[in-house]
């Protein structure tokens, strides 16, 4: 996501409306004013719908177990083939500091347009996947999570042990692989992602926002898929996702943090005919 992007939805959310009180329980005020402000930034004057069969759904807890490590599936029912395919979803954490959490953009060569990451939330929320088909037409589904204080809670463990691991990744595929089949990969990243909102249990101080930014998987180079992303996504970030092994090829993932490091990792996938 850009710097602008960011900058207008922060001045949106926060800094041009008074900030309401923890939303009750329950599924009233999907339609709030956070809500509002996000989608007029984003996806002003497009219709949105509800009807989601067919095209994707949102896997969330009712109340997580820890705020800081909340996990969420974003699966989806539409083929990724060149004649119509899922292009992009939002992750949109209605109260979050930080709203617009995640944009994953995929291609037909993705296989399934499916994420499984860690996410923290700060206050009861609304969760929302916004999907974006390649025909321009907009769906929505929406959850309801209760959590708190997710992304102010302290990292888990010492900030100094953290950082001395800092882009430590690892690439692993689950399950055997066949052409013309998604297959199913999962990307894991040693890496703090603290949100600056955390204060430190010793120094009483909150370290610095530092955390991944953007993702980018590829497979025989071609592009499978590419994250924007913020600290909205948990400590030590992780994404399950699909990727179609159209015969023998590299697949390889890029991350890049806020201090502009980059990190790769990839490894050799020869499908089984």
Request: with cysteine.
């Amino acid at each position: 996501m850009s710097k602008l992007i960011r900058m207008l939805l922060l001045i949106a959310v926060t800094g041009g409306m008074p900030v309401a009180p923890a939303l009750a329980a329950n599924s009233d005020g999907a339609d709030n004013e956070r809500w509002r402000a996000v989608r007029d930034s984003l996806f002003a004057g497009r219709t949105i719908s509800e009807d989601t069969a067919g095209v994707i759904e949102l896997d969330t807890p009712v109340r997580a177990a820890d705020a800081a490590v909340v996990p969420i599936a974003i699966r989806t029912q539409l083929a990724q083939t060149p004649s119509r395919y899922i292009k992009k979803v939002w992750l949109v954490i209605d109260r979050n500091p930080s709203p617009v959490g995640a944009v994953f953009t995929f291609t037909p060569d993705s296989g399934r347009a499916d994420i499984e990451t860690r996410v923290r939330v700060e206050e009861y929320t609304h969760v929302r996947a916004v999907a974006e088909t390649s025909d321009g037409k907009l769906y929505m589904k929406t959850n309801y999570i209760k959590a708190s204080g997710g992304c102010s809670a302290p990292a888990g463990k010492d900030l100094a042990a953290a950082m001395a691991s800092v882009g430590r990744m690892k690439l692993r595929i689950d399950g055997n692989t066949a052409p013309g089949q998604p297959a199913l990969a999962q990307l894991m990243i040693s890496h703090p992602n603290t949100s600056g909102l955390a204060i430190d249990q010793l120094t009483r101080l909150a370290p610095p926002a530092y955390f991944v930014r953007s993702i980018t998987v590829s497979y025989a180079g071609k592009t499978v898929l590419t994250a924007d992303v913020d600290f909205t996504i948990s400590e030590n970030p992780s994404l399950r996702f699909y990727f179609m092994p159209n015969g023998a090829g590299e697949l390889k993932a890029q991350v890049v943090d806020t201090n502009d490091l980059t990190f790769e990792s990839s490894i050799a996938v020869r499908p089984k005919t």
